[in-house]
Nanobody, 125 residues
């Protein structure tokens, strides 16, 4: 298991930008699929974006063209750049890590064994 620590959440107006970071412990970061999920009040935690350990980047439809996920294996860190934010993006955002999780598994909660503590993102209208 890896330990994950998120940062970068906050309050922003609609149309603004935020960048979330997620720092991971451990020496085998590159062997982990990494993902971002979010949970709005009263809703289930949902998939946002993922970079499987095998490569590629995947997004849920509602954030395509606005969010960009990246990872820096040398720094054991991943990022979520969020642009053109909308009020419906308001949620607690969680980063997650899954050891050698497949691409399909990486787009669901069950594909991850380690989770960060979450960071609040609030977008005002």
């Amino acid at each position: 298991q890896v330990q994950l620590v998120e940062s970068g959440g906050g309050l922003v107006q609609a149309g603004g930008s935020l960048r979330l970071s997620c720092a991971a412990s451990g020496r085998t970061f590159s062997s982990y699929s990494m993902g971002w999920f979010r949970q709005a009040p009263g809703k289930e935690r949902e998939f946002v974006a993922a970079i499987p350990f095998s490569g590629g980047t995947y997004y849920t439809d509602s954030v395509k063209g606005r969010f960009t996920m990246s990872r820096d294996n040398a720094k054991n860190t991943m990022y979520l750049q969020m642009n053109s934010l909308k009020p419906e993006d308001t949620a607690v955002y969680y980063c997650a890590a899954g050891y050698r999780t497949t691409t399909t598994q990486a787009m669901g909660r069950a594909g991850y064994g380690s989770w960060g503590q979450g960071t609040q993102v609030t977008v005002s209208s």
